[in-house]
């Protein structure tokens, strides 16, 4: 796997691998794209490069490196999709926004920009959300994020733009968490959640089985012009 970025640890007493995209030209801001339960694989450094076209730099920083450095698995083989979720149960997800806070903090200082957002997937969603309670982030975009439904009570603290998108039929995602979700966060200021009918988890992939090229490109035109207005 291709890490070409090193980013300390808020404590500094460690480094993580990321993979970095940059756009030619001077960069309109940063985005941190965050991980499904399949590491920094050939998917997510596939949205970075596309984020960088889109003129952004792109860091998708190895959020499963104290497990083990540069997990990088495919969803549509048994075996390996196996071993994801077994490394999600291991997974410690505030030691995990923790490291999004350094990657957050390294893009401000290293590469110098100023407004950074996050665009997670699956366990990114879920961790995006997570961000935009308890960092520095200035926008946060999460797609069939897990579990949200218990983080409800966090939702005051999140003083930045977020955009959630939400397949109906997800399988990870039972109706009654979506609904949950409508009824905490329809209301907040700062929270846009769109729906897709009929639609199951990891909709939006770049490569495999599960993309739907149609609510994939709906989907991240939303996200880009949400990018667009709360990046600027």
């Known amino acids: 796997?291709?890490?070409?970025?090193?980013?300390?640890?808020?404590?500094?007493?460690?480094?993580?691998g990321a993979y970095i995209a940059r756009p030619q030209g001077t960069p309109k801001a940063a985005i941190i794209v965050i991980q499904e339960i399949f590491g920094v694989n050939p998917g997510i450094r596939q949205k970075c490069?596309?984020?960088?076209?889109?003129g952004y730099i792109a860091l998708a920083p190895d959020?499963?490196?104290?497990?083990?450095?540069?997990?990088?698995?495919?969803?549509?083989?048994?075996?390996?999709?196996?071993?994801?979720?077994?490394?999600?149960g291991k997974f410690n997800q505030d030691a995990g926004i923790r490291d999004i806070q350094a990657a957050i903090d390294y893009?401000?200082?290293s590469e110098g920009t100023t407004k950074v957002g996050c665009v997670g997937y699956c366990l990114g969603g879920r961790l995006a959300y997570?961000?935009?309670?308890?960092?520095?982030?200035?926008?946060?975009?999460?797609?069939?994020?897990?579990?949200?439904?218990g983080l409800l009570g966090e939702k005051e603290a999140i003083a930045n733009p977020l955009l959630l998108h939400i397949p109906t039929n997800d399988g990870f995602v039972p109706?009654?968490?979506?609904?949950?979700?409508?009824?905490?966060?329809?209301?907040?200021?700062r929270v846009t959640l769109f729906d897709y009918e009929g639609l199951d988890h990891g909709f939006a992939t770049?490569?495999?089985?599960?993309?739907h090229e149609e609510a994939a490109t709906l989907?991240?035109?939303?996200?880009?012009a949400f990018f667009a207005e709360a990046l600027a």
Do not use: C
């Not at 109706?175 to 200021?189: K, N, V």
């Open 1 to 16: 796997m291709t890490l070409n970025a090193s980013i300390p640890t808020l404590e500094g007493d460690a480094q993580f």
């Open 49 to 54: 490069d596309k984020l960088a076209a889109e």
């Open 63 to 88: 959020l499963f490196w104290r497990l083990q450095p540069e997990v990088s698995l495919d969803p549509d083989v048994e075996s390996e999709f196996t071993a994801a979720l077994d490394m999600m």
């Open 107 to 109: 893009l401000r200082g």
């Open 130 to 149: 997570m961000t935009a309670a308890r960092t520095s982030i200035d926008a946060s975009v999460g797609y069939y994020g897990v579990g949200i439904d």
């Open 175 to 189: 109706r009654e968490t979506q609904a949950a979700m409508h009824a905490g966060l329809d209301d907040h200021p």
């Open 206 to 211: 770049e490569t495999g089985k599960r993309r």
């Open 219 to 224: 989907a991240d035109s939303r996200t880009a």
